[in-house]
T-cell receptor, first 112, second 112 residues
Framework: EAEVAQSPRYKITEKSQAVAFWCDPISGHATLYWYRQILGQGPELLVQFQDESVVDDSQLPKDRFSAERLKGVDSTLKIQPAELGDSAMYLC??????????FGPGTRLTVL | DQQVKQNSPSLSVQEGRISILNCDYTNSMFDYFLWYKKYPAEGPTFLISISSIKDKNEDGRFTVFLNKSAKHLSLHIVPSQPGDSAVYFCAGGGGSNYKLTFGKGTLLTVNP
């Protein structure tokens, strides 16, 4: 069964350091999403790609966060510099079209 | 502004009984709604969805009801099983980019 892959699963970093997360969506899925889930909250959309283009990054803190999907397949989310408040689960999801989104296992980030 | 609200942080039921998880929304532009289930340290898994033009959708033990006039939906699980113990997220979707907005989740515990 096809799955969304994410790495690393866990990341511990010190504040002010740079971190990067990788996502490989289900093959053929044109739409890719990055979410942030803080403990006790639901996932919140950070950025949405349609192929290699950003279609929504209104909630992405652009002073420190960046995301790219250069070839329209896998994607990288970067935080530089990391802050204590960035500690959260970062989820990647993909979708062939409207409706159901398939989520990866997530990356648990802890900023010390 | 919380567009999707799950007002019960937790719910506990006995195995074999019905579990009812509730969700309220404020955004009239949502075209469809989805329920996701999430185990600790895993990404959300899609359960069931419903289009805004329907009032009921059923899939095995899971049924979702939508009351558009009340802007309310509910997920019924019958019969509940211990393996159903997880956090359940309600999400509304719509618009040109099919963006999902999630509630905060309800922790369901099914006791043997």
């Amino acid at each position: 069964e096809a799955e969304v892959a994410q790495s690393p699963r866990y990341k511990i970093t010190e504040k002010s350091q740079a971190v990067a997360f990788w996502c490989d969506p289900i093959s053929g899925h044109a739409t890719l999403y990055w979410y942030r889930q803080i403990l006790g909250q639901g996932p919140e959309l950070l950025v949405q790609f349609q192929d290699e283009s950003v279609v929504d990054d209104s909630q992405l803190p652009k002073d420190r966060f960046s995301a790219e999907r250069l070839k329209g397949v896998d994607s990288t989310l970067k935080i530089q510099p990391a802050e204590l408040g960035d500690s959260a689960m970062y989820l990647c999801a993909s979708s062939p079209s409207m409706g159901e989104q398939f989520f990866g296992p997530g990356t648990r980030l802890t900023v010390l | 502004d919380q567009q999707v609200k799950q007002n019960s942080p937790s719910l506990s039921v006995q195995e074999g009984r019905i579990s009812i998880l509730n969700c309220d929304y404020t955004n009239s532009m949502f075209d469809y709604f989805l329920w996701y289930k999430k185990y600790p340290a895993e990404g959300p898994t899609f359960l069931i969805s419903i289009s805004s033009i329907k009032d009921k959708n059923e899939d095995g033990r899971f049924t979702v009801f939508l009351n558009k006039s009340a802007k309310h939906l509910s997920l019924h699980i019958v019969p509940s099983q211990p393996g159903d113990s997880a956090v359940y997220f309600c999400a509304g979707g719509g618009g040109s980019n099919y963006k999902l907005t999630f509630g905060k989740g309800t922790l369901l515990t099914v006791n043997p």
